[in-house]
Structures are given as C-alpha cells and as structure tokens.
C-alpha cells in the first residue's frame, strides 16, 4: 500500500526548531510539497522540492526560515523549520504524485502537528 507518512512534529516555543519528515513507501519519482492548515484557515503551500534536481519552491511566509530537502534513497523529504513563530502553528501534510498503473495519483499524508507557543 502507497502511503506518505509525516513525523516531527511536536510543541515548541517561538524562536524554536522543529525538523519534519515525510517518509514515503515507495519511490515518487515527482516533486513532493508541504502544506499546512491551521484552525478555522484553508490549507496553504508551504515549500515544495522536485525529484530530479532537488530545486525548491517556498511561501514567501517561510523564505529564509523554513529548509526543504530530500533523501531520495530513503524516500523521505524534510522540512527544517526555524525561527518559529505562533503562526506557524498548524497541521502540517506533505504531498506528493506518484506514478501507478500508468497514471498519477494524488497522494497526502494524515499530518503532524505543529504547535508554537509564545
């Protein structure tokens, strides 16, 4: 079964560090991004790093705070996240397409939790 499974999260205070993880368990092959959602918000692009090159996209909201990698021989993407504020608060989800059967398919992870107190 394809699954993308985050962890790391956690509680923080601001002005902390927080690394997530996305670990999938097959290869994707394709770019994968994270999203967060915080209460009563829609959910909202995070950053976003592709298979190939490793090129990176972020929200201007995260620019020189928040680091996405990946491991592809682990199948797992990273989010370090730094200089954390309150509202960074949220569930964070990572996304990915992953090539199946001849067609992509979308596929989320549940979410972790990420909590900044102030």
């Known amino acids: 079964q394809v699954q993308l499974v985050e962890s790391g999260g956690g509680l923080v205070q601001a002005g902390g560090s927080l690394r997530l993880s996305c670990s999938a368990s097959i290869p994707t092959y394709s770019t994968t991004t994270w999203y967060r959602q915080a209460p009563g918000k829609e959910r909202e692009f995070v950053a976003g790093i592709s298979w190939s090159d490793s090129s990176t996209d972020y929200a201007d909201s995260v620019k020189g705070r928040f680091t996405i990698s990946r491991n592809n021989a682990q199948n797992t993407v990273y989010l370090q996240m730094n200089s954390l504020s309150p509202e960074d608060t949220a569930i964070y989800y990572c996304?990915?397409?992953?090539?199946?059967?001849?067609?992509?398919?979308?596929?989320w992870g549940r979410g972790t939790q990420v909590t900044v107190s102030s």
């Open positions: 996304h990915s397409k992953i090539f199946i059967e001849g067609n992509w398919h979308d596929y």
